[in-house]
């Protein structure tokens, strides 16, 4: 039998920031996987989106690895072989993503592979998820947070990001504010975004401000970012986020 799995990928803009997502369908449970890229392409996030979900298994595996990338599942079950004729050259030219490519090539000829296109954002809930996942990695990479695979490791990678969201919205004794878009309610998705204050103590204000410089952004665009990956952990992902930290830390 084989397992299904969902794998994503993609960039905003392109180039630029990526996330790749997996949703592995394993009857014992289900697996996510995510992660990012601060720069990078979405091709190459579809590519390692795929990747990354074929490393999960051992060789001789047997999988149905549903994409919605033509890009990714045509590689594989088209041009791959007239590539490798050519040594990893197409008819204008060497091949894109080669490192990708190769890496893909050598994980799928040791597998059992299925390979599904499926209609991004179509409905099918598998891919949904991982498209979720995918913008959970981008946004984890703009905060410089690297490497994710299950929900308990994806938690606590993020604890960076979750303790500054966390004080963002419990410290109400602030000595500084800084305004974040709120996000619109049905009857005003047609309306611009506006923007509400949220008070932020000085010495959070500061240390935002650095860790925006690193990651080469605004204070405001990492705030907001931290703010939604919080959402996306819930307070049960967050407290996770916390023992990790602290068990690390010991």
Known sequence: MRTIVYADGGCDPNPGPGGWGVVIQDPAGTVELCGGERATTNNRMELTAAISALEHFPAGAQIEMRCDSQYVVKSVTEWMRGWKARGWRTAT?????????????????????????????????????????AAQGRREALLGITGTSSAATTAASAAASSS????????????????VSAPPSSAQAKVEAKTSPVQLPSDLVGALSRAAARADTTPQALLEEAVRLALDLGPAGIARVRAECSRKAS
């Open 93 to 133: 030219g060497p091949v894109k993503n080669i490192d990708l490519m190769q890496r893909l090539d050598a994980l799928a000829a040791a597998r059992d592979i299925c390979w599904t296109w499926v209609r991004g954002h179509a409905g099918e809930a598998g891919n949904e998820r991982a498209d979720r996942l």
């Open 164 to 179: 500054v969201a966390a004080s963002a919205t419990s410290e109400a004794s602030a000595s500084a504010t800084m305004p």
